[in-house]
């Protein structure tokens, strides 16, 4: 198991992208608490699905518009936990705002296969601009979220991660980051 610093990671793909992007650059806005809990994954596919959804995404956004990366702590979401058939401690909620083009689909589930989180589902809300999948990998209990909100301009992308109770208890550091 190894343990993932998230706000290091988001501010490594950051870093990254903007060295890496041609062109003219957004400015980029992040919004990281300062108790963020570590994360933990079984084969380091989590760390790489978080840095293609982030790198990807800031890949994508208009360069004349800034984009918003903020991280939450969601203690729970009944509905959501009952159709991905999970029950986790609570999750940690990565959204990404950006203006511009989107092309979710085909992008995210590609890339999210690649790293090895296959697609079990893919709906989208009747009347709505909004899209839910959930991806598995091979690990137990090795599940995410991603949801996005697609409107005229913006499109809200969130990657909701469960922290999964049993997974607190075998590893304290998981609650907490270590000063």
Partial sequence: MEL??????????VQKFSRNRIGAKPAVF??????????????????????VYLYESLLMG???????????RRASLKDLEAFAGICPAYWTQLRIRVHGPYL??????????????????????????VQLAI??????EAKVVFCAD???????CDLL????????SLHPSALQKKD
Avoid: Q
Avoid at 63 to 72: R, S
């Fill in 4 to 13: 993932i610093e998230l706000g290091a990671l988001i501010e490594e793909v």
């Fill in 30 to 51: 992040v919004k990281i608490p300062p108790d963020l809990p570590y994360l933990l994954s079984g084969d380091g596919a989590l760390e790489k699905l978080i840095r």
């Fill in 62 to 72: 208009n360069p004349d518009t800034p984009i918003h990366v903020m991280v939450h």
């Fill in 104 to 129: 979710l689909h085909n992008l995210f589930k590609e890339k999210f296969n690649e790293i090895g989180y296959g697609c079990e589902e893919w709906v989208g809300v009747e009347n709505s601009n």
């Fill in 135 to 140: 991806f598995s990998s091979p690990w137990p």
């Fill in 150 to 156: 697609i409107t005229k301009d913006v499109t809200k």
């Fill in 161 to 168: 991660i469960p922290v999964l109770e049993e997974t607190v």
